[in-house]
């Protein structure tokens, strides 16, 4: 048991240094979210439909004749 313990410790210094260093990130950044931030972007174009639309066979078999 005592051969698995320096492994414990860098796995919880590990997590204890990635805690802070996200909090420190977290506690030091300058965030100031607004609507114009929240918006979609794509292109400068508004979106015309629903980005989980179905695409057509051909498109996949194109690609895949693309990628061979």
Known sequence: MS???P???MIAFAFVFGTVMTLVGRWL???RPTPEKAL???C???A????RS?????YYL???????
């Open 62 to 68: 194109i690609a895949i004749l693309f990628l061979l």
């Open 3 to 5: 051969g698995y313990l």
């Open 44 to 46: 400068g174009f508004d």
């Open 54 to 58: 179905t695409f057509n066979i051909r």
């Open 7 to 9: 492994i414990l410790i």
């Open 29 to 31: 950044s300058k965030t």
């Open 40 to 42: 979609p972007y794509e």
């Open 48 to 51: 015309i439909e629903d980005a």
